[in-house]
């Protein structure tokens, strides 16, 4: 089992729907949760990350976090072809950082 | 421009040689990551220091790699005798001092071909 598991894709939204990502992990002491925006030939851009159970919203963006399902996901509102990149999902635990292999979103105008 | 920066941004080598890379963290941050990433992959965490020490290093890096932050300030990436195996990108990221959540930002990394 991977540490960190994610739907490689490619999803594929219309222009204006929502997307969700999502993502699950096994190492139950993690304690903070990243999602990563990756174009392609580029470098990791963080969006946000969320450390307690619930709904995190910032802009179009919201993070849920389940620790007791092990489950992270970002929803993305009003999606643009420029949202179109792989997500990364990342976990955290005492600065021990591990990365899922990514979600493919395509976002089709 | 105050975001990570690395040098080469790309490096061409034959198979044997050395290379070295460099990564100037965000200024006030005193975490600095090295990480390695292949393409459909996510990044695949190297090493870790925390000011000029490195406190944790992964086992699946051979004896082959090894990493410096002298001064805690910048810190480098060299790898000897380069296989063709080493091919990817080298990122290095660096986290803020103190509580913090461990939110790390990137560099625009090192691609590293070894033909």
């Known amino acids: 089992q991977k540490e960190v598991e994610q739907n490689s894709g490619p999803l594929s939204v219309p222009e204006g729907a929502i997307a969700s990502l999502n993502c699950t992990y096994s190492?139950?002491?993690?304690?903070?949760f990243f999602w990563y925006r990756q174009y392609s030939g580029k470098s990791p851009e963080l969006i946000m990350f969320?450390?307690?159970?619930g709904d995190k919203e910032d802009g179009r963006f919201t993070a849920q976090l389940n620790k007791a399902s092990q489950y992270v996901s970002l929803l993305i509102r009003d999606s643009q072809p420029s949202d179109s990149a792989t997500y990364l999902c990342a976990v955290n635990n005492n600065n021990d950082m591990r990365f899922g292999a990514g979600t493919r979103l395509t976002v089709k105008p | 421009d105050t975001g990570v920066s690395q040098n080469p941004r790309h490096k061409i080598t034959k198979r044997g040689q050395n290379v070295t890379f460099r990564c100037d963290p965000i200024s006030e941050h005193n975490r600095l990551y090295w990480y390695r990433q292949t393409l459909g992959q996510g990044p695949e965490f190297l090493t870790y220091?925390?000011?000029?020490?490195?406190?944790?290093k992964s086992r699946l890096l051979s004896d082959r790699f090894s990493a410096e932050r002298p001064k805690g300030s910048f810190s480098t990436l060299e790898i000897q005798r380069t296989e063709q195996g080493d091919s990817a990108m080298y990122l290095c990221a660096s986290s803020p001092r103190g509580l913090t959540y461990n939110e790390q930002f990137f560099g625009p990394g090192t691609r590293l071909t070894v033909l």
């Open positions: 969320i450390y307690s159970n």
């Open positions: 220091f925390q000011n000029e020490a490195q406190l944790e």
């Open positions: 190492d139950r002491g993690s304690q903070s």
